[in-house]
């Protein structure tokens, strides 16, 4: 099995969660940013979990730091917002103000979408806004399970950015201990449908209905999965995509593909398991959240034409048993074997879909064969 990977440099996809109950602080990824340069910094503590519900949170020591304003922060890795349309930010907060009214601490969140070399404030509490507790303490705070608020901040205004990195900034006024766990990133996914209507020769039945061939009984609405893939529009044409999908009975099929691709043009390709890899005839346009193309209502949808012509339909050349490419002697070879040794089930030989290789496979890969077809492509 081969697989396509990709290297990224937009950051990690969400949902992105952090509890800092793993015992590493800062947390794999994470930064700290010591503000006054004085080694005071956020800590990890087991004092204290969001809510009661972990073993550690994160803190900073307001109470028994008196460095007058300093800004101290913890940077998120570098996340990714692109193929989402809304993303959401939660925490959990502490905090109970000092009994003197000077002494009044701020947490801060920003944001930066230029992996870090700027950033903006998204939310900003202090003194009786940030407390979770009522009234003021003269002694160092320590909550328990029940004193906790969860805090929530739209981001949505920054779906699509990629290199975004948030900051959980802590502004020292010498007041009281600060209390931050379960940091959750998520978002709603904004994916782009392909609509594609396609047939494969050897499993129509007429009248716009395939054979359902993958699993008759328990979905007999589904005729077989394909891989569709999406190529680049100009030289030499790599696949930038590609993704199995379910190909119904009625010739339709829907795949999901990343929203980063919006607003490009691709050579859409189509392959079966015993069909002539087929191409889209022209790059198709992805301008919006939904993408239609037929494959089966015209000969020149196909690159090259290199479809069959069915009871008024177009369909996939079936016959490509090893996928190599062509229709040809070898392919006839497998067919043949298959044949002599009465194969049956769900196997690549089976060319009309009766779980069974036998002399309509073999009549139908001859009729193919020899018309010389093989995969068409830019």
Known sequence: ISKTGYISTAGRSLPVTENFDGGLFPPAGYTLVDGGNDGIRWELTSAASGYGLGSSCMYFNNYYNNVGGTRDELRTPTLNFSGYTSVKLTFDVDYQPYSLSSYVD???????TDCGQ????????FGAALSTVPGTVSSAFVPTAGQWRTDTIDLSSYAGS??????????????????????????????????????????????????AVADPSGHPSVCDTITVGLASSTAPYNTIYSKKGL????????????????GNSFYIFIRHRNCLETWSSLPVPFNSGNVYYDFSSDIT?????NLVTLSGVFA??????????????????????GTQSFLFGYVPDDLTGDLLVESSDFNLLENSSQLFLYTLRP
Do not use: H, W
């Open 162 to 211: 990629t290199g975004v990195i948030l900051s959980f900034m802590n502004i020292n006024r010498y007041g009281n201990q600060l209390y931050l766990d379960n940091i959750n990133l998520s978002g709603t996914s904004s994916n782009i449908t392909l609509n594609l209507s396609a047939f494969i020769e050897g499993f129509y039945q007429g009248s716009m209905s395939m054979a």
């Open 247 to 262: 190909l119904n009975t009625n010739g339709t099929c829907q795949v999901t593909f990343p929203a980063g691709f919006l």
């Open 106 to 112: 701020s947490l801060q969140v920003l944001i930066s």
């Open 118 to 125: 700027t950033f903006s404030p998204v939310y900003l509490k």
């Open 301 to 305: 949808k196909a690159y090259g034409n």
């Open 316 to 337: 996939l050349y079936s016959g490509d048993v090893n996928q190599d490419g062509f229709i040809e002697s070898s392919d006839y070879s497998e067919i043949e074997n």
